[in-house]
Structures are given as structure tokens and as C-alpha cells.
T-cell receptor, first 115, second 110 residues
Framework: DGGITQSPKYLFRKEGQNVTLSCEQN?????MYWYRQDPGQGLRLIYYSQIVNDFQKGDIAEGYSVSREKKESFPLTVTSAQKNPTAFYLCASTDKSGQSNQPQHFGDGTRLSIL | GDSVTQMEGPVTLSEEAFLTINCTYT??????LFWYVQYPGEGLQLLLKATKADDKGSNKGFEATYRKETTSFHLEKGSVQVSDSAVYFCALVGGFKTIFGAGTRLFVKA
């Protein structure tokens, strides 16, 4: 079955450490997205990518970085500059980026906590 | 810019009760509208969608109608079950991004 795989499911970060969250999709989708979800709140867009080797900042990109070297992979790095990284991180993808009737497909998320 | 407003939760219902979760939007043009559901510890799943005015999306007993006049897309279900307990998100697609509402948590008691 096609889908989005996020790993790890739980991740712990020490102060001053960078950590990378993995997101892989086998849906052959063009666009991929990273969201942050805090308890009791909606989703906030961190970064998105419409094609390989191209990505754009979302609403809360500070303290995060991404790469899109392959169509199926869109890893997110939470850097030490992100002072409040504890949250639930969701990766998503859509087919035919830019077509407004396309839903997003989501992974099961990574929960990041600070040690 | 585009935005989505949902009724605040949590919403607590008894099993077999009628459900309505209100959603209104602000957008330029005529966006497609979506409802997603999130179960504990999981990502979001598409529940239903509507792509133009007066369209009705439906799935698993849930329905929502795209109302251009009132810029609304309210979610309804005639008889909820305990298994419907989750967080529900209304969303629209604006350009290359999806705009999500804040989510409404639903608790269904047996």
C-alpha cells in the first residue's frame, strides 16, 4: 500500500543538539509539507516543497531546515536555534501540486521532546 | 489572506446523538473545502471534500455542504458512535498551501 512513513515515532533532543526527522512517501506525489502541531492547536506550516531541489518557507520556518534531493524524501532538521521544539510534527504530500481539489495525505507523525 | 474558523471544542455527545461542527471560511475565488479527522497519536485522514458551491461531500455517515452564500462547510452526522471520538479539522486549499482550522475535539460517551 502506498503511503507516507515518518520516523522515528518518538524523538528526544538534548539542549544544543540538531535532530532530523525522516519523511518518505511512495505515492509519487510532487509536493511535500511539514507541519507543527502543539497540544490543542491546529497545524502550522513549517516548510513545503513543490518539486525536487526546491522548497519554500512556511509560516514558522525559523529554527528549522529541510532538503528535497529526491522526490520521495523530505527530511526536516530541527536546529538548536529552535528554542521551543517540543511538539508533534506531521509530514504530508499532495499529488499535482497547485491543483486546488487535491487533498493532503499525512504520515503518523513524530513526537519530539526535550531532555 | 485565506482563513478557516471552526467552532471551539470540546464537543461532548452521547452515543446516537446528532452532530454539527461549524466551519466558516474566508477566501478569494472558490476554493475546495475539506474535512479531516485525527485520531489520538495519528496523522490526519481525509474525511470528505467538496470542490464547488452546493456540492455535498459524504463519507462514513458524515456530510458537509459547500455553501457559497454563507461561506460555510458545516460537518454533520445523524447518529454518532463512540468510535467517532477524535479531532476534526476543516480546511481549504489556497494556492499551493492548505489552510487548516484550529480543530474541534469530539468526545462521544457510551
Amino acid at each position: 500500500d502506498g503511503g507516507i512513513t515518518q520516523s522515528p515515532k518518538y524523538l528526544f533532543r538534548k539542549e544544543g543538539q540538531n535532530v532530523t526527522l525522516s519523511c518518505e512517501q511512495n505515492l509519487n506525489h510532487d509536493a511535500m509539507y511539514w507541519y507543527r502541531q502543539d497540544p490543542g492547536q491546529g497545524l502550522r506550516l513549517i516548510y513545503y516543497s513543490q518539486i525536487v531541489n526546491d522548497f519554500q518557507k512556511g509560516d514558522i520556518a525559523e529554527g528549522y531546515s529541510v532538503s528535497r534531493e529526491k522526490k520521495e524524501s523530505f527530511p526536516l532538521t530541527v536546529t538548536s536555534a529552535q528554542k521551543n521544539p517540543t511538539a508533534f510534527y506531521l509530514c504530508a504530500s499532495t499529488d499535482k501540486s497547485g491543483q486546488s481539489n487535491q487533498p493532503q495525505h499525512f504520515g503518523d507523525g513524530t513526537r519530539l521532546s526535550i531532555l | 489572506g485565506d482563513s478557516v474558523t471552526q467552532m471551539e471544542g470540546p464537543v461532548t455527545l452521547s452515543e446516537e446523538a446528532f452532530l454539527t461542527i461549524n466551519c466558516t471560511y474566508t477566501a478569494t475565488g472558490y476554493p475546495s473545502l475539506f474535512w479531516y479527522v485525527q485520531y489520538p497519536g495519528e496523522g490526519l485522514q481525509l474525511l470528505l471534500k467538496a470542490t464547488k458551491a452546493d456540492d455535498k461531500g459524504s463519507n462514513k455517515g458524515f456530510e458537509a455542504t459547500y455553501r457559497k452564500e454563507t461561506t460555510s462547510f458545516h460537518l454533520e452526522k445523524g447518529s454518532v458512535q463512540v468510535s467517532d471520538s477524535a479531532v476534526y479539522f476543516c480546511a481549504l486549499v489556497g494556492g499551493f498551501k492548505t489552510i487548516f482550522g484550529a480543530g474541534t475535539r469530539l468526545f462521544v460517551k457510551a
